[in-house]
């Protein structure tokens, strides 16, 4: 009789704890589709004070934090930049960039597996923008993302990562 395997625990998810950042290798939405089970986000919609520097800067200019999320999640096929100047024109225009906001988060959300938390991902966005987008931009940095590198900067630090990570090679001469 064999013993029956322990049960998989993510242990990145228990307990919803914050994941350190830095020199890991980026966790992409694709090594979350294969899983069924959602997860939950790493830290909740009103732990905005968690990170004060990105709470006063998301709640002074959104349109910052946002270009920062929308690159990552777009994985740079749009520009920082551009995303930055779609949200502010919107905002000045309409005053419902939360509309175009929601639609990054339910991308996320499907990307990275994550709950439909606390409802939907629009009614979020209108109702507690500036959370919304500090909860996102931090769990982004909980999967290993340096936020102020971009897309490109994030795939270059791990390129490196996984370069000085790689064992040597040993070649053997053949000898006669």
Not at 35 to 53: I, K, Q, R, Y
Not at 67 to 73: H, K, P, R, S
Not at 76 to 105: E, H, K, N, Q
Not at 126 to 134: D, P, V
Request: hydrophobic share 35%; aromatic share 10%.
């Amino acid at each position: 009789m064999h013993p029956s395997p322990e049960p998989y625990v993510n242990e990145q998810y228990s307990d919803a704890q914050p994941v350190p950042y830095g020199n890991q290798p980026i966790a992409t939405g694709a090594q979350y589709a294969a899983s069924e089970a959602l997860v939950p986000w790493s830290t909740g919609l009103f732990d905005c004070c968690s990170d004060c520097n990105n709470c006063c800067l998301t709640w002074c200019f959104p349109c910052v934090t946002f270009g920062q999320i929308a690159e990552i999640i777009d994985e740079g096929t749009m520009p920082r930049i551009a995303s930055v100047a779609i949200y502010a024109v919107i905002v000045a225009s309409t005053g419902f960039a939360c509309i175009y906001a929601g639609l990054y988060r339910k991308k996320m959300r499907k990307q990275y597996r994550l709950e439909k938390s606390p409802c939907n991902d629009y009614c979020v966005h209108c109702c507690c923008e500036s959370c919304a987008l500090s909860q996102e931009y931090r769990e982004l940095q909980n999967r290993g993302f340096d936020m102020i590198m971009g897309w490109q900067g994030n795939l270059q630090r791990n390129h490196r990562v996984a370069i000085t990570l790689t064992p040597p090679t040993i070649e053997l001469a053949m000898e006669r």
